[in-house]
């Protein structure tokens, strides 16, 4: 597992303030409460314990339409690249679920030697063209845009090129890590009760998202329409229902990701580096007024190790 420990050229930060609070005025944002769009990267198909690789994306699957959103995959092009998986992901598309650019090999950018983004991108692009909900989304691994300035505006200038938009994160946790912890107990015991793990990711996503969308308001002066990041993996198909359910019952309204991806605060680009993390996170950095609240990697598995570790998980 990779430790992730290791506003210039588009829209200014006040830019996008005046447009969102004109957005807001203009009843985009004016529902009760929190909004959010489920975005799951690095859709991966191998048989694993529990279930296998067809079965984790049915579940998923399922869960999405039972609740009537539509989702965002941001897909790793080395995961697909073979014809049962590109069966899954058409059946992804055929639910009406949008496709965005994930890299082809999901190598880190932000560190001194990013390598060439624009040919991983465009490997990956030629196995999703054939989808009819591509769209022009990109997300970066690890979500590390840049280590100095010179490398990141490169970086956006890859994607400018391309007709890409960066497919930012609001609400970045680590349920990737919740989800490892998970297989390392099932690998020592197949039989364990799984419950108790699907508990800490409802409040471990919970709780970020209540910190981010906090940070939100006090940086933007509202609350922007959402977008969380969780994976393609056992714990998202096990407990997908209760993450929804568990949101919806603390006031969030799940929406489809197009509408989310259409609001004027992913056209951002702050004017930081390194450029990295949940897209509130960079706008609070490039304030200036929220270092104190700003740990960095924003999100990390070492983080959330004492507490699963005092609850036996």
């Known amino acids: 597992m990779f430790d992730r420990r290791h506003v210039l050229g588009g829209l200014t930060f006040a830019s996008v303030a005046v447009m969102s609070r004109s957005v807001q005025a203009g009843n985009v944002?004016?529902?009760?409460?929190?909004?959010?769009?489920?975005?799951?990267?690095?859709?991966?198909?191998?048989?694993?314990?529990?279930?296998?690789?067809?079965?984790?994306?049915?579940?998923?699957?399922?869960?999405?339409?039972?609740?009537?959103?539509?989702?965002?995959?941001?897909?790793?092009?080395?995961?697909?690249?073979?014809?049962?998986?590109?069966?899954?992901?058409?059946?992804?598309?055929?639910a009406g679920h949008a496709i965005g650019n994930h890299t082809y090999s999901h190598a880190y950018y932000g560190g001194s030697d990013p390598g060439d983004l624009g040919a991983d991108i465009d490997r990956v692009a030629v196995l999703l063209a054939a989808y009819t909900t591509q769209r022009p989304w990109f997300r970066f691994p690890y979500l590390a845009e840049g280590r100095t300035v010179e490398f990141r505006d490169r970086m956006r200038g890859v994607l400018r090129d391309r007709g890409l938009r960066n497919a930012h994160v609001t609400i970045d946790a680590s349920d990737w890590y919740v989800n490892q912890r998970l297989l390392e107990r099932l690998a020592r015991d197949p039989g364990a009760d799984i419950t108790p793990y699907g508990d800490y990711l409802v409040q471990h996503l919970l709780g970020r998202a209540a910190f981010y969308d906090g940070l939100a308001r006090e940086v933007l002066g509202y609350s922007p329409l959402h977008t969380l990041l969780i994976h393609h993996n056992l714990t998202t198909a096990l407990f997908l229902p209760r993450i929804l359910e568990g949101f919806r019952a603390a006031g969030w309204t799940a929406v489809d990701a197009d509408t989310v991806f259409a609001h004027p605060i992913y056209q951002a680009q702050p004017d930081i580096a390194p450029a990295a993390h949940s897209l509130i996170w960079q706008l609070a950095k490039a304030d200036g007024r929220f270092e104190a609240r700003l740990r960095s990697p924003g999100e990390d598995g070492p983080y959330e190790k004492p507490a699963m570790d005092a609850l036996g998980l």
Do not use: C, M, Y
């Open 29 to 94: 944002t004016t529902q009760a409460g929190p909004r959010f769009a489920v975005t799951i990267d690095d859709f991966r198909f191998e048989d694993g314990p529990q279930q296998n690789g067809a079965a984790r994306h049915r579940a998923i699957l399922d869960a999405l339409s039972a609740a009537g959103i539509q989702a965002a995959g941001l897909v790793t092009g080395k995961h697909i690249d073979n014809v049962e998986a590109g069966s899954h992901l058409a059946a992804w598309s055929e």
